[in-house]
């Protein structure tokens, strides 16, 4: 019996309630449980006993009576067993895995794992399950929330990222790392733990948290494991609801890690040929603006750095000033200068333009007093590197004038911007092929509405035949792949667009220079005289190829 079935007969919900919810299924990924529960039709409890009853499995509504051994359930994966979430129990001499619902991650190790074969499956409520976890797991004191802090940290460096979140679910919170492909989940601590952890990072910042106000703060943390290293920790607190815990001031944490990065070049980074000969360009500018636009962690100042490390072959005087330092250069002709709450964006450019640089490189751009310098430093014999806030290269002009600068003065100036995200490609081992009439149909109409736009067009112009629907598509394969990990996606890629301003563009456009605020038919004429060529183009021909999934286009084109 489906559950939409089950549950009216049960009297849980109504036809029209299911009518409803069905709708919200075609159109998203959530399974018609998860929407009747979001919407208040049901419980996770209603959603529970129809698994079992409709599988006929054992439901456990009381977990305290049965044996839940801490080393066995180690031994499974404490990261693993959250997730699902699922928790390994006994009933006399029967071992069951316990879940709220049969995943994909958990039919995968029940039928790889020979550790998972022993066991039979029983379902209970999330929340049940989550209480025996942090039963066995949580209740632990053999650290201090100060050490549970450091030991994350120094995790976190160890595997090279960038993010390391304290983060509220539902009377706990985990402390997750995010990794190259997926988040992976270092520890969870009871509900007091977590917040005495962020209390501990706001007092390493030397701030006061107050209720309902989001932070944003920096400390330095030095690290044991790699003899002393200092590294710079920006942290944003973000203030959060809480339906059972009204009295409570609850915070949690993201902390953006800084110092253990690394200077590539643009192809060990992963450009292709083509984009790589385009941002080497820069060695040839004497003077200029050179800007950098994309969303934090998109990869924008690992690719400044390995600008740097080309310019710093000239012997010239490079200056930067970041918020914080990022990546320490070695140069001898490169200073790097990080601001503070005493010495902001505004000043450091007007200390470095006193100091007369060959190169500078503004690490943002947030205000019209930085704005209007750094046009003053490259009108004035300086090739400047900065970062903007935008959603594309060529809706920089419209931000620019927001901040009451001169188009005219900007354009003069510039010399190429780039927009950059980073993707998952899909694994070339496990990828699997779905017919195009597959997708739902959110997905479709979205993809045809792009052939038929702008899409279509760029496509038509680079080859001679005409484009025609796809017959299938790519997706993430759901199988165990040695060669992924079964994430179904390879490690993560640039992608970015240059708008290049050679000679032939800048003469059409000091014709009209209007067009610097009409995006469309700005990136027509960078099209054909600059070959210029958008994220959402060149994220539509990876699609078709089979290398992205359409969720990674979409996440790329929008």
């Not at 404490?78 to 895995?97: E, Q, T």
């Not at 499956?121 to 929330?145: D, H, M, P």
């Not at 004035?380 to 620019?400: D, K, P, Q």
């Amino acid at each position: 019996m489906k559950i939409g079935e089950y549950l009216i007969s049960k009297g849980k919900i109504t036809e029209e309630q299911l009518k409803d919810a069905l709708f919200v299924q075609s159109i998203g990924k959530k399974r018609l449980g998860e929407i009747l529960m979001d919407g208040g039709y049901v419980t996770d409890f209603d959603v529970a006993v129809y698994l079992a009853h409709n599988s006929g499995r054992d439901f456990f509504n009381d977990l305290s009576s049965l044996h839940i051994d801490k080393k066995e359930n180690e031994n499974l994966g404490f990261g693993m067993l959250y997730d699902i979430p699922a928790v390994a129990a006994r009933k006399g001499d029967v071992r069951y895995i316990i879940c709220s619902e049969i995943t994909a991650a958990l039919s995968e190790r029940m039928a790889f794992d020979e550790n998972f074969k022993a066991f039979k499956v029983g379902f209970s409520t999330k929340r049940k399950i989550y209480e025996a976890l942090n039963g066995i797991f949580i209740n632990n004191k053999e650290f201090s929330e100060k050490e549970i802090l450091n030991e994350a940290i120094e995790i976190a460096l160890l595997k090279g990222s960038p993010n390391l979140r304290i983060k509220r679910s539902e009377n706990f919170y985990m402390i997750i790392m995010d990794g190259e492909i997926n988040q992976e989940n270092i520890r969870a601590v009871s509900l007091e733990s977590g917040q005495r952890i962020i209390n501990i990072i706001a007092a390493n910042c030397q701030i006061t948290l107050k209720r309902g106000e989001g932070l944003d703060a920096k400390f330095i943390f030095v690290s044991n494991f790699y003899k002393g290293l200092r590294v710079s920790i920006r942290v944003a607190f973000l203030p959060i609801s809480s339906k059972l815990d009204k009295e409570l001031t609850l915070f949690e944490a993201v902390l953006r890690i800084h110092g253990l990065n690394k200077v590539f070049d643009f192809k060990s980074i992963g450009f292709t040929e083509d984009k790589a000969s385009l941002l080497k360009k820069s060695y040839i500018h004497p003077h200029g603006l050179i800007i950098a636009t994309g969303p934090t962690g998109s990869g924008k100042t690992t690719t400044f750095y390995a600008m740097l490390k080309l310019l710093s072959q000239k012997k010239s005087t490079i200056l930067t000033i970041e918020d914080p330092v990022e990546i320490e250069l070695r140069e001898s002709n490169i200073t790097q200068m990080s601001i503070s709450e005493d010495f902001g964006y505004s000043e450091a450019v007007r200390v470095m333009l006193r100091s007369e640089p060959d190169i500078m490189m503004i690490g943002e751009i947030r205000d019209e007093t930085t704005a209007k310098h750094a046009l003053i430093a490259a009108e004035t014999g300086h090739l400047v590197l900065t970062t903007l806030h935008t959603n594309s290269s060529l809706s920089i002009f419209g931000r620019f004038k927001s901040l009451n600068i001169d188009a005219v003065q900007l354009f003069s100036v510039l010399r190429f911007v780039t927009a950059q995200r980073l993707y998952n490609p899909l694994c070339s081992e496990c990828k699997k092929e779905i017919y195009f009439e597959e997708l739902p149909s959110i997905y479709k109409n979205a993809l045809m509405q792009d052939v038929r736009s702008s899409v279509e067009v760029t496509y038509k112009m680079n080859n001679s035949e005409k484009f025609t629907d796809p017959d299938s598509i790519f997706v993430r394969g759901e199988k165990s792949c040695d060669r992924c990990g079964g994430t179904g996606y390879d490690k993560r890629k640039p992608l970015i667009e240059i708008a290049e301003f050679n000679y032939a563009a800048r003469e059409e456009i000091y014709r009209d220079l209007n067009i610097l605020f009409n995006p469309s038919s700005l990136e027509s004429l960078l099209i054909n005289l600059s070959g210029f060529e958008s994220l959402k183009i060149q994220a539509f021909n990876k699609l078709l190829i089979g290398e992205i999934d359409p969720a990674v286009y979409f996440n790329l084109s929008r």
